[in-house]
């Protein structure tokens, strides 16, 4: 009994946590959006400071390659003038300058490696948050659609405003008319009272006529 409970109150709060979403979907998505951009911003920041670090690296590596071929221009001439003792000096700081190369142009080459990925990556970011931005511009849309259509579909549905206007025209054109129910009643008290049975002889052609009828008209005009 506790686990089936446990899977009613689970089955529940998914149902509740369906509908929440569904109801701020939009600012649900505008808010992945801005998390999106601010992630964007973060990687565009390292991006900026990973080309800077790579073009640091190369600038020294330019001005070490320049030192470099100085000192064996120099180390040279030192040769031909049998000044091996500074031809010995140059060389040493040549060769150290030259593993110091080493590791510079590998650590240029990791860093151009990374600029290189982490710009791919920037890019289709981009690409895709741009993407978002029109997929949420078409949710707003649909999601007004949705919000019209439910309205529409409240109003024309049961128990609704169109529903109780068409009741009120009915019970107006249906409505007995007064001047034709005041018109049955006299004739009604009239029959009670009898007053009506002398014209009813009259009009079967015992005695006298109480009331002119147009065909006794129209026979008094031809006679004339």
């Given amino acids: 009994m506790f686990g089936t409970f446990k899977t009613l109150i689970i089955g529940a709060n998914a149902r509740a946590e369906e509908n929440l979403r569904d109801q701020y979907s939009i600012e649900l998505i505008d808010q992945k959006i801005r998390e999106a951009q601010a992630s964007l911003k973060a990687a565009k ?11 640091g690296e190369t600038r020294q590596i330019g001005a070490l ?64 948050i741009l993407d978002l931005k029109q997929g949420a511009i078409s949710a707003r849309a649909i999601k007004r659609e949705q919000g019209i259509q439910k ?13 109780e206007a068409e009741e009120l025209i009915a019970n107006v054109v249906n409505k007995d008319d007064p001047f034709e129910q005041s018109e049955i009643l006299r004739e009604i008290d009239t ?3 009898h007053h009506d049975v002398a014209d009813r ?5 015992f005695g006298h006529k109480t009331r002119a009828t147009a065909d006794d008209v129209l026979k008094r005009l031809q006679a004339k």
């Fill in 191 to 193: 029959g009670l009272g």
């Fill in 151 to 163: 309205r529409l579909n409240k109003t024309l549905g049961g128990g609704n405003a169109i529903d």
């Fill in 45 to 55: 920041l390292t991006l900026a400071s990973l080309i800077q670090r790579e073009r």
């Fill in 201 to 205: 002889l009259g009009d079967a052609g």
């Fill in 65 to 128: 390659e320049d030192r470099v071929s100085d000192l064996t221009l120099r180390a040279r001439e030192a040769l031909s003038d049998d000044r091996e003792d500074l031809a010995q000096e140059a060389a040493r700081a040549i060769a150290e300058m030259e593993n110091e190369l080493t590791v510079r142009r590998e650590t240029a080459n990791r860093l151009e490696a990374r600029v290189m990925q982490l710009r791919q990556s920037v890019e289709a970011a981009n690409r895709r």
